[in-house]
């Protein structure tokens, strides 16, 4: 893809809102390595939906991610490599769920609904426990479905969940329109009930922590309202999570930092209609490189 050059039109609001958050907005070290930044595991890709775990795996490195491990849910590869990102390494989401080395771990993006897909869920759980786990989209539908799901996500100890509304409400057994009536009591229900941090996605996007903090996003725009978004927000988050930032703060700049990129989109001459998710990944990219620098250049002047 060939993108204009990006631009913020009002930049102080941006950054002010970035120093929120300056374990993720910080210049890296000389010194550091691959390893240095943690490795991601990502489970989903049914047949029919490898793009979301593509769409995941790639904002995950475009956000620094040291390694990062795709695990597609289906009897094989659909893949060599994924077109244009071989730095990607790829297998079977049962084969992916035996690896030890992984730091965090994204599970749902296009999982699917079958009872494969429900044994890896409760697979994942059971060995990812106390390890940052981010479960979305089809892994979600999967939890309100699954009793013994639902009690060992209560009990994992460092658990990441980002519904929209719809998914929200099947995990508190309400109707959607309960959720939208109100949002930010709505994200504490299920943050209490599953011990997670926890996105209802949206406009205005609610973080509610399990000990009771909200964080509202404001940033975002219209653009966002397309395929794989979602797919992109998990991806972002996941590879925070990995690189060893602390749950609450990863899970609250990675909301932040994609409605920004989309806002970014929207005033670089791309315009919020038609706006493609796998824009999305780039621009936050840029805009976090750009914080940094300008944070590191801070810091030097009060220390000069």
């Known amino acids: 893809m060939i993108y204009p050059p990006y631009q913020i039109l009002n ?17 890296r070290h000389a010194q550091s390595h691959k390893g240095t930044y943690g490795t991601l595991g990502i489970i ?15 904002a995950a490195m475009y956000q620094g991610c040291g390694k990062v491990w795709a695990g597609f849910n289906q009897n094989a590869l659909p893949f060599a490599v994924i077109p244009e990102r071989p730095e990607i390494m790829l297998a079977t989401a049962e084969n992916l769920c035996r690896r030890e080395d992984i730091g965090a771990w994204v599970a749902g993006c296009g999982l699917g609904l079958q009872e494969e897909a429900r044994k890896l869920v409760a ?32 009990q994992h100890g460092n658990l990441v969940l980002t519904p929209h509304p719809a998914e929200a ?9 309960d959720i939208q009536a109100n949002r930010v009591q709505s994200a504490q229900a299920v943050s209490r009930r599953f011990n997670a941090v926890t996105v209802l996605k949206g406009h205005q996007s609610v973080v509610a922590s399990p000990d009771g903090s909200i964080y509202v996003n404001a940033s975002g725009n219209a653009g966002l309202a397309t395929a794989g978004s979602g797919d992109v927000l998990s991806g972002i988050i996941g590879s925070l999570l990995a690189q060893g930032i602390d749950t609450q703060q990863a899970v609250q700049a990675g909301v932040w930092l994609h409605g920004a990129a989309a806002d970014i989109l929207r ?25 940094a620098e300008r944070s590191a250049d801070t810091v030097k002047l009060l220390h000069a």
């Open 44 to 58: 989903g890709g049914a047949a029919g939906m490898s793009g979301a775990v593509v769409l995941a795996a790639t």
């Open 169 to 177: 409400a099947r995990l508190l057994q309400v109707n959607t329109a």
């Open 267 to 291: 005033d670089s001459q791309i315009g919020e209609i038609g706006m493609l998710a796998g824009e999305i990944a780039p621009a936050a990219r840029w805009l976090r490189n750009r914080i």
């Open 11 to 27: 930049p102080e609001p941006v950054f002010q809102t970035a120093s929120r958050f300056p374990d993720v907005f910080r210049k």
């Open 123 to 154: 697979r994942i759980l059971r060995h990812a426990a106390q390890r940052p786990l981010l479960l979305d989209a089809d892994a979600l539908t999967l939890l309100a479905r699954c009793e013994d799901c639902r009690e060992a996500a209560a």
